[in-house]
Nanobody, 120 residues
């Protein structure tokens, strides 16, 4: 059974930085594309960034480009999200996601989330 555990959230002042980590277990991490999503109360969960399983290409939501960096360490079964120049509107619960798909088949795992609060 796949499991994802996020860590690194907390309270940070505007303009500050945080690094989130997501440790995976129970599945072949290197074959999964990994992503970070976030959600605020009353709104849908939105994509923050994704890193592919093969060549490691990345994609970011427009509002995160240039501020956030997603990376992965397949030797440690861990994905990271480096967040810089944080803004109050970045306040949300951040979730780690793992997905493996093939036509007609999809395996997906979610973490429990970690709270990020950007405030004075």
């Amino acid at each position: 059974q796949g499991r994802l555990v996020e860590s690194g959230g907390g309270l940070v002042q505007p303009g500050g930085s945080l690094r989130l980590s997501c440790a995976a277990s129970g599945f072949t991490f290197s074959t999964y594309s990994m992503g970070w999503y976030r959600q605020v109360p009353g709104k849908e969960r939105e994509l923050v960034a994704i890193i592919m399983s093969t060549e490691g290409s990345t994609n970011y939501a427009d509002s995160m480009k240039g501020r956030f960096t997603i990376s992965r360490d397949n030797a440690k079964d861990t994905v990271y999200l480096q967040m810089n120049k944080l803004k109050p509107e970045d306040t949300a619960v951040y979730y780690c996601n793992a997905i493996w798909s093939y036509p007609g088949v999809k395996y997906e795992h979610w973490g429990q989330g970690t709270q990020v609060t950007v405030s004075l």
